[in-house]
């Protein structure tokens, strides 16, 4: 598992983060840490069900999501490529975590696409090939185009 395959359009959309990011000065926190906030704060979202919070909270999710790994990139958290797959299970766990929390609000069509994105990070850790539904993301802009119109 030492080296995760990823999708081109997945390898592309890292790339142009880190392109951004890492001219940023993140702070060097554990990139764990992050992961852990962000579940932190899809406990957040559930409790209010005002649109507008849920779209300010789930951006702040989205957020933490991002600059985990770019923090983990700018400062090579992971020395080892042993390290590196141990800290991708961490971050697709807090990350699964992050959304089952956030499909109990939305439970239909959420949970079902939420299991799917379960089996899809087991069957990405066999294969060692990542590959997982950008959920989060998704409902992101479903409640942003809500909103607005």
């Not at 989205?62 to 390290?83: M, Q, V, W």
């Not at 609000?105 to 939420?114: K, V």
Request: one cysteine or more.
């Amino acid at each position: 598992m030492a080296d995760i395959k990823k999708l081109d359009s997945t390898i592309f959309m890292k790339r142009m983060s880190d392109a951004i990011f890492q001219r940023l000065p993140l702070p060097k926190i554990h990139p764990d840490i992050i992961s852990t906030l962000s579940v932190i704060m899809s406990v957040v979202f559930l409790f209010n069900s005002d649109l507008g919070y849920q779209v300010v909270v789930l951006f702040i999710v989205f957020l933490f999501d991002t600059f985990d790994g770019a923090i983990a990139r700018k400062y090579h958290f992971r020395k080892s490529p042993e390290e590196e797959a141990c800290g991708w299970m961490v971050d697709v766990t807090l990350d699964r975590l992050s959304e089952g929390i956030i499909a109990i609000a939305f439970f239909i069509p959420l949970f079902p696409l939420f299991i799917l994105n379960t089996f899809l990070v087991l069957w990405s850790y066999k294969k060692n090939f990542h590959i997982i539904l950008p959920l989060r993301q998704v409902l992101l802009v479903y409640l942003v185009i809500k909103l607005v119109f």
